[in-house]
């Protein structure tokens, strides 16, 4: 079967129309509509329903779909592990929401530069279910907050950024002590399903404080925002920048820096760019970070 045909399928199936797909593809609706027959002839099942302009996958054809989708990846890896002096392919990789906008917009253009064949696709979402699509071969790699266990020998780890804890206050608020703060005010509080809430919940847990708690989230942007409307007050890693716009809150750092939230970067060895990632880390390193990253995990 010549995989281009596939290519043809997924493609009109993904836009809609032959022509469409056509244009993707750099090909004519006819060539493209010649594919699809000889596609259909080949698998003895009619694979598409025209109706105008429109095209929907019929019963078979939503049977293959997501097996033609994982026959082309895995012919793109064959290329890519084939390839030694240059990448091309599909790269998935995941990213929690504060790295999807403080780490990887300033590394983008340079990537896709020195990398003009990848085929870049970022999944967000939360650490936990990124760690788990990574270890799964779902993803490629993500960048996720450290795990509080041991990497499995897998996977490759690379520490990016260390974020020190601090506590969001309103902008009236005039107490300058941060565990006062806590203590006295309504807590808004990180997810503790989260990681990155369980090192602010452990915080809380040895200096045996127990606030007043209305909220747990675990949106950090949602938590600041409202904070800034004084909902409450919140105990919150310190993320890289964009914050919200027109906050009005105070940072106040705690005492006490050693509970930080690691962010770095997982990746599986296995993966057919396994290479191409960690070439990515230097990258993906803040270029104003607060802290030195840490050592890599082999």
């Known amino acids: ?98 790295a999807l906008t403080g780490l990887l917009p300033f590394m983008l253009r340079k990537f896709f530069a020195d990398y003009p064949k990848i085929d870049l696709h970022v999944t967000p979402g939360q650490s936990i279910k990124l760690y788990h699509d990574v270890v799964e071969a779902q993803l490629d790699g993500a960048l996720i907050v450290e795990p509080p266990f041991a ?19 309103p902008e009236s608020c005039t107490e300058t002590n941060p565990l006062k703060i806590i203590k006295e005010n309504m807590f808004l509080r990180y997810d503790r399903t989260q990681w990155g809430g369980r090192v602010a919940d452990t915080f809380l847990r040895e200096n045996r404080i127990f606030p007043t708690q209305q909220l747990e989230l675990d949106s950090l942007e949602a938590i600041a925002l409202m904070v800034s ?24 750092p705690l005492p006490d820096t050693t509970l930080q939230r690691h962010i770095g970067l997982l990746w599986l060895h296995a993966s057919p760019h396994a290479t191409l990632i960690r070439q990515m880390e230097p990258l993906l390193l803040p270029r104003k970070s607060r802290n030195a990253p840490g050592a890599s995990r082999p």
């Open 229 to 252: 409307q004084k909902v409450g007050v919140s105990l919150v890693p310190d993320w890289l920048p964009p914050w919200p716009e027109g906050l009005k809150i105070r940072k106040i």
């Open 1 to 98: 079967m010549d995989t281009r045909f596939l290519e043809s399928f997924i493609a009109i199936v993904e836009r809609g129309s032959i022509a469409d797909a056509a244009r993707h593809l750099g090909l004519t609706p006819a060539a493209v509509a010649q594919r699809i027959k000889a596609l259909e002839d080949e698998i003895k099942q009619p694979l598409l329903v025209r109706a105008g302009r429109n095209v929907t996958p019929t019963a078979a054809g939503l049977g293959i779909i997501e097996k033609s989708r994982l026959l082309i990846r895995g012919v793109e890896d064959l290329k890519a592990l084939a390839t030694h002096n240059e990448f091309a392919g599909e790269l998935k990789i995941g990213a929690i929401s504060t």
């Open 151 to 169: 990497i499995p020998k897998t996977c490759g780890w690379k520490r990016l950024l260390s974020e020190p804890l601090v506590v969001l206050a």
